[in-house]
Nanobody, 125 residues
């Protein structure tokens, strides 16, 4: 069965950077879209970034455009989220997700059938 394991979270000062990684196992990574979501305390989980199966198409929520970059290395079954110019409002648990079958980018959490356990990102002011 598909498993996703995130890493790279932590505590960083505002303006700093972090790179999240997510390793996929148990399925065909190169055939599905991937996404990153986040959930802050007291808020609903929200889409952050998505990437298609080949890595040639990406999509971001407006609040992170120009600061975050999603990428993937299919030979390593890994998807990344490079986060620059971090702000306190980026503080959340970040989740990696794999689409159930879709290859194109999707922002709908219902299209993602597999989720990681989450990694905490805390940005101090």
């Amino acid at each position: 069965q598909v498993q996703l394991v995130e890493s790279g979270g932590g505590l960083v000062q505002a303006g700093g950077s972090l790179r999240l990684s997510c390793v996929f196992s148990g399925g065909s990574f190169s055939n599905v879209a991937m996404g990153w979501f986040r959930q802050a305390p007291g808020k609903e989980r929200e889409f952050v970034a998505g990437i298609n199966w080949t890595g040639t198409s990406t999509y971001y929520v407006d609040s992170v455009k120009g600061r975050f970059t999603i990428s993937r290395t299919n030979t390593k079954n890994t998807v990344y989220l490079q986060m620059n110019s971090l702000k306190p409002e980026d503080t959340a648990v970040y989740y990696c997700a794999a689409a159930s079958t879709l290859r194109i980018v999707t922002t709908n959490p219902k299209d993602y059938g597999y989720w990681g356990q989450g990694t905490q990102v805390t940005v101090s002011s």
